[in-house]
């Protein structure tokens, strides 16, 4: 095995984006035959290498071998015929198409279709015998669920020959119990001879899954380690260049009053049941945390309760009822009953990215006295205001009149999340709060966020980053296929526990195999389809 | 009303009809690859005008209809060239096509042939003639089905049967082959077809070519089919017509067919103000017949026919993400 | 990081992109066997040459202001609104029926009534449309072209029906002397010093610049026009900050359409004192043009309108000198959103390439000597 080329080197790969360099000289070797883990922070450059390694971008410099051949991968075709397969983060389907059609485009045999398509599908049978990776070719992508359609993009791959897989961030989507499932197939696949390189940035799946891993910084390799000789706490070290807190320093809460209370609230949307009936309430002086996959209602819970999106049912602030649709279902509104709200996608809907940092930080309060003066802006009002909160939340650089797509993710999220803390707000809502943001920034976000709750203010979270449940919560609620699941004390739950609820299991102190959870998980989707 | 006047209306509808069916199959492909296009209206007039000035010149209508061709498929170039080449707005560049049509048209057509904008009237060889299909004489004296035959499916230009071919062709295309399997996808997905390592900037230029060679085909039958010769804006709308058909059809090639047919049909209609006062017996204003196609159009696009979703990625120029 | 100085954004972008339609319109009048050079001379003589041709050039560029500005404003709400043609055609109405019949006892008073009601006309006819969008979300380009055809045919109606006065002609009465608008000449001529004799240009000129001062009030320091931009930038952004979509689409397009019927006090109350058909002659859609020249601000909407005015009447004065038709203007039109607006990443790139590549320049050298690195 070591005398073997390696599946793929790499020597001095740099790739600038205009000003911004994304890889600076990069080399490192991949063994074939193995699970080979790629870990950095947001923006560290994984993404970006693996694209040029796939011919999606050109590299600026630097070469590429591939089983010992130099090899210059100028567009994805080169890559997919040196045998280069990748599952990207944001799968590359075509959502109307089925998953056949999606197997074959851009690897039709000739012009007309039919043949095409009966190869595929005798392959397709094939391939789910020998690697588990059973999917129904004439399913809708739409129609199936997030794991299922990563599956398909797997089997896009293997029907393209390739033996170097890349997955980039493959677990995001996924339950606990479907990332196992995975991981499962990796090692299928590992087992048949052929090379994965799997990109993430959770500690976690490294250990488990990997044999080797290489830690990226700032656009930089800074070491490659095989798994055994390693551990989290080096790892995340490398990763970071300091040592890191994995844990949130906070002293057990002590709530107040209920703020925020929610009966039986539903959420439709074209048709079909997002959020089918919950029920919670939210203390003064703690956060609860909402725990699952994504799509399974938790956006739109967070979205109906910011005012932007119709729901029936019931909710009160301080004993006061929120309208869930008609008049007074809006932002607004809800701003003005003490509610602030750090939306999941700041670059959409928290921030308007062509405005200066200045204008956002009255975004969504721009109606208030502070900000207006009749019906003009008070832009003087808006730039000292900006400045002071870019100086307290130490947003770089501290300048007010550039562009908010100008910053990066961890200071634009510092701007939304100052600008939702700041006025005082009963209870908070916060969404992703560290979704695409550094270490650093995430420290800074989860201490403010801590901070609010001491000074007794009700803070509900939402995150798909169960790491980020477990340590900021005080109790956490698991939604599963818009319903809520359970509740557990954050202290007195842990991850597999909480898996199980997010894969819709809520007898959590019985054994379940693996099959369970996924019938389960596909019952889900399958109703989804129904209804839709 | 007699069978005479209905097939006379029948028939003007199908020869309206027939470019606002190359009109409408030509946007149908653009927009399934992702190209939204409001320039139908211009490369019309493009191939209308040159069709008719080529055709006059050449005393050919074949040559005409090559250089309508090559007039919409310039126009094509220049809405790839912004909308795909330097990723610009597509609407923009649509309208931009437009007026550019309108405008070059008449200060081209003035100077060339000094006669107002126009082209000179064409006749003889220099214009599409309607032909007789095998049979059509000998049945037309069959009660019935013999004029229908003779007046209805006989007796168009050879572009009217060829507009009506490519119907099921488009089909065909779009579903059985390759090319309409990529063609689909870059409509929906472009990052799906472009990590399959297909360009997508080559096959949304050849769907832009395709929607120019049929609005050249549209434009050519206006001036040298429907009406002899070139006047200026003699597209009067129908681009847009074809547009709200394609929304109408939601992009599909059959429907398509019915959707033109009925904007057709209405325009058939405000030709026979007589036929429309005899049906309803109330003083129609020939204002509003004249309006009747736009007003359609209006309602169609309002959904009170149906909520149509659009190729996922219309519109948008396709740009790697980051 | 700002690839390119604003000023390059806001004044160079814009010139290239010009200098460009200028440079094709001159191939298409050479093809046409006229020259481009004595083309222009003859445009500039009689465009700008004397307070006559000033007083078309800027008769035009008031309409031009009007029609730019509603397509500006819908454009920061990412609406394109093509319907301005549509939208002056039916504030020409308004300002028709009412100088026709109420009997003002000044001018002013018809300038303000006819000023009111041509907007009222006009938004009215972008309601519609308006409406459709952001209910049903119908695309408001294709509505928009839709309502100029149905607005040409209802005009139509009006002149060969109800409003036509006797004669051949499908047009209105003229209106009565008390609704006559102060031109230039009557403004600014002395018996011993006649300026702009005869020109149209009159006080609706002055009620533009004052719409421009009133869209950059709106746009750039009302709450208004924060919504309206937010909501043009991003939808989902807006609606997370309580802005209600279904209200700002209406009243964009309702301020857009208001500004596209006022139009109408220039053409119809000052110039044609009737109503014609065809009355507003494509200004409907110069003003497209204009927007976008003018990167959708008032200031730049002034100028890109006193120049589409200027090739207006210099394009009337081809038309006479010269076998050049006037539809060369709608050419030159055609041109100018295309570079400035379709092909403004044509233009654009090579430019900031151009600008990165100055920037780096000095950077070896700094690299050297960090300590002292200034800019």
């Given amino acids: 095995m070591a005398d073997a080329a390696p599946a793929i080197e790499l020597k001095g790969i740099s790739k600038s984006f205009g000003p911004v360099q994304a890889n600076k000289d990069i080399s490192f070797k991949v063994m074939p035959g193995t699970i080979h883990g790629i870990i950095g922070e947001n923006g560290a450059g994984k993404s970006t290498l693996m694209s040029i390694l796939y011919g999606f971008y050109k590299a600026d410099a630097g070469e590429i071998t591939i089983h010992g051949t130099p090899i210059d991968i100028t567009d994805s075709q080169t890559a997919i015929r040196a045998g280069i397969g990748m599952v990207f983060q944001h799968f590359k389907l075509v959502p109307n198409f089925t998953v056949l059609e999606n197997v074959v485009l851009g690897a039709e045999d000739s012009g007309l279709l039919r043949p095409s398509l009966a190869r595929a599908r005798r392959e397709l049978k094939a391939l789910a015998e020998e690697y588990e990776l059973n999917v129904d070719p004439d399913a809708v992508v739409e129609d199936i669920g997030v794991g299922m359609q990563q599956r398909v993009e797997i089997l896009k791959a293997l029907y393209r020959q390739a033996d170097i897989l890349i997955l980039d961030e493959p677990t995001g989507v996924l339950t606990p119990a479907e990332a196992d499932h995975l991981f499962r197939i990796l090692g299928n696949l590992k087992d048949q001879g052929k090379t994965v390189i799997l990109i993430t940035h959770k500690l976690r799946e490294i250990m488990e899954a990997t044999d080797a891993v290489s830690v990226m910084r700032r656009g930089e390799m800074i070491e490659t380690v095989t798994t055994a000789g390693t551990n989290p706490t080096e790892l995340a070290e490398l990763m970071v260049g300091r040592t890191v807190l994995l844990q949130v320093d906070k002293t057990p809460a002590t709530p107040g009053a209920p703020v925020l209370q929610v009966s039986d609230l539903k959420v439709e949307h074209d048709g079909v049941a997002r959020v089918k009936g919950v029920s919670f309430e939210v203390r003064a002086g703690e956060i609860l945390g909402i725990a699952g996959v994504a799509g399974n209602g938790q956006s739109e819970l967070l979205e109906v309760l910011g005012g932007y999106r119709p729901a029936t049912g019931r909710a009160t602030v301080n004993g006061v009822d929120l309208p869930l649709s008609g008049r007074g279902a809006d932002g607004r509104s809800r701003r003005d009953a003490g509610i602030a709200h750090v939306p999941e996608d700041r670059q959409s809907e928290g921030l308007v990215m062509e405005f200066a940092a200045w204008e956002n930080v009255g975004f969504g309060y721009h109606h208030t006295d502070r900000y207006s003066r009749g019906t003009l802006m008070d832009h003087a009002a808006l730039k000292a205001d900006c400045a002071a909160k870019m100086e307290r939340f130490d947003v770089r650089p501290p300048n007010p009149n550039l562009l908010a797509k100008n910053f990066s993710g961890g200071n634009q999220q510092k701007i939304v999340v100052a600008r939702e803390m700041e006025c005082d707000p009963d209870l908070l809502l916060v969404g992703q709060p560290t979704r695409g943001v550094d270490i650093g920034a995430i420290e800074f976000i989860h201490q403010q966020i801590v901070a609010l709750r001491d000074a007794g203010k009700a803070v509900l979270l939402v995150s798909v980053e169960l790491d980020e449940i477990l340590s900021l919560s005080d109790r956490v609620a698991v939604m599963f296929d818009g319903r809520i699941m359970g509740e557990r004390q954050a202290s007195e739950t842990n991850e597999r526990e909480l898996g199980l609820l997010m894969a819709g299991i809520t007898d959590t102190d019985a054994p379940h195999s693996e099959a369970e959870i996924e019938a389960n998980l596909a019952r889900r989707s399958a109703s989804a389809e129904k209804e839709a | 009303m007699d069978l005479a006047t209905i097939l006379q209306v029948l028939d003007t509808t199908v020869r309206l009809a027939t470019p606002l069916l190359f009109a409408c199959l030509a946007g149908l492909f653009s927009e399934r690859a992702g190209i939204v296009d409001i320039g139908l209206e211009g490369k019309m007039l493009a191939a209308a005008f040159l069709s008719a000035a080529i055709a006059a010149v050449t005393g050919s209508v074949w040559i005409g209809l090559s250089a309508g061709i090559v007039g919409a498929l310039s126009m094509s170039a220049i809405h790839g060239l912004a909308s795909i080449t330097f990723r610009g707005n597509q609407l923009i560049s649509g309208v931009a096509i437009n007026f550019l049509a309108q405008g070059l048209t008449v200060v081209i057509a003035q100077s060339w042939f000094n006669q107002g904008g126009r082209t000179p009237a064409l006749a003889g060889g220099a214009r599409f003639h309607s032909i007789t299909l095998p049979g059509a004489e000998a049945l037309r004296e069959v009660p019935v089905l013999g004029p229908i035959y003779y007046e209805l499916i006989s007796g168009h230009s050879i572009l009217v049967y060829v507009a009506l071919l490519c119907v099921p062709l488009s089909w065909w295309v779009l579903q059985r082959t390759r090319f309409g399997l990529r063609l689909r996808a870059v409509g929906e997905n472009p990052a799906a077809v472009d990590t399959a390592g297909v360009s997508v900037e080559r096959l949304r230029y050849a769907a832009v070519m395709i929607c120019g060679v049929l609005t050249g085909f549209a434009g050519a039958y206006l001036a040298t089919g429907l009406q002899a010769g070139f006047v200026r804006d003699m597209t009067a709308g129908r681009g847009y017509i074809a547009l709200a058909a394609l929304i109408f059809a939601k992009w599909r090639p059959w429907a398509a067919l019915w959707a033109t047919l009925l904007f057709g049909f209405l325009q058939a209609l405000s030709l026979r103000p007589d036929v429309l006062e005899g049906v309803l017996r109330i003083d129609v204003s020939s204002q509003l017949l004249d309006a009747l196609p736009y007003i359609l159009t209006v309602v169609i696009l309002a959904g009170f026919v149906g909520r149509a979703i659009p190729p996922r990625a219309g519109g948008e120029p396709y740009v790697k993400e980051r | ?375």
Wanted: glycine share 10%; net charge neutral; with cysteine.
């Fill in chain 3, 1 to 375: 990081m700002q690839k390119m100085p604003q000023w390059a954004d806001v004044l160079l972008i814009p010139l290239v992109s010009l200098i460009l339609a200028a440079f094709f319109s001159a191939v298409v009048i050479l093809a046409i066997g006229e020259n481009p050079w004595e083309a222009l001379k003859i445009m500039v003589e009689g465009a700008l040459g004397s307070t006559y041709g000033w007083g078309y050039t800027l008769y035009y560029a008031t309409n031009f202001i009007f029609t730019g500005l509603a397509v500006a404003v819908a454009n920061h709400a990412k609406m394109f609104n093509i319907g301005g043609e549509g939208q002056a055609v039916m504030g020409g109405l308004g300002v028709a029926l009412v100088c026709l019949y109420i009997p003002f006892p000044h001018w002013t008073l018809a300038l303000l009534a006819a000023a009111a009601t041509a907007a009222v006309f006009g938004a009215a006819w972008a309601a519609i449309p308006a409406l459709l969008q952001a209910k049903r979300g119908s695309h408001i380009v294709i509505t928009t072209i839709m309502f100029n055809f149905i607005a040409a045919s209802l005009l139509n109606y009006f002149l060969i029906g109800p409003l036509k006065a006797d004669g051949m002609e499908p047009a209105t009465a003229r209106f009565p002397e008390a609704a006559r608008l102060p031109t230039f000449q009557d403004m600014f001529s002395s018996p011993d010093n006649p300026l702009f004799r005869g020109a149209p240009a009159n006080v609706a000129f002055f009620v533009a610049i004052l719409a421009c001062i009133a869209v950059w009030l709106l746009i750039w320091r009302s709450r208004l026009g924060y919504e309206i931009r937010s909501f043009g930038w991003s939808e989902p952004a807006a609606r997370y900050a309580g802005i209600s979509p279904v209200r700002i689409i209406m009243l964009t397009m309702l301020i857009s359409g208001g500004l596209a019927g006022m139009m109408a006090i220039n053409n119809v109350m000052g110039e044609a004192e009737r109503l014609v058909l065809n009355s507003a002659e494509g200004a409907g859609f110069i003003g497209i043009a204009v927007a976008l020249m003018g990167r959708s601000h008032p200031l730049g909407v002034f100028l890109a309108a006193v120049l589409f005015g200027f090739l207006y009447q210099g394009g009337a004065e081809l038309s006479l000198w010269t076998g050049i038709p006037r539809d060369m203007v709608v050419v030159i039109q055609a041109l100018v959103i295309l570079f400035t607006g379709a092909l403004d990443n044509m233009v654009r790139m090579p430019l900031e390439r151009v600008f990165s590549t100055l920037r780096r320049a000095p950077k070896p050298d700094s690299k050297s000597t960090t300590a002292r690195t200034a800019e």
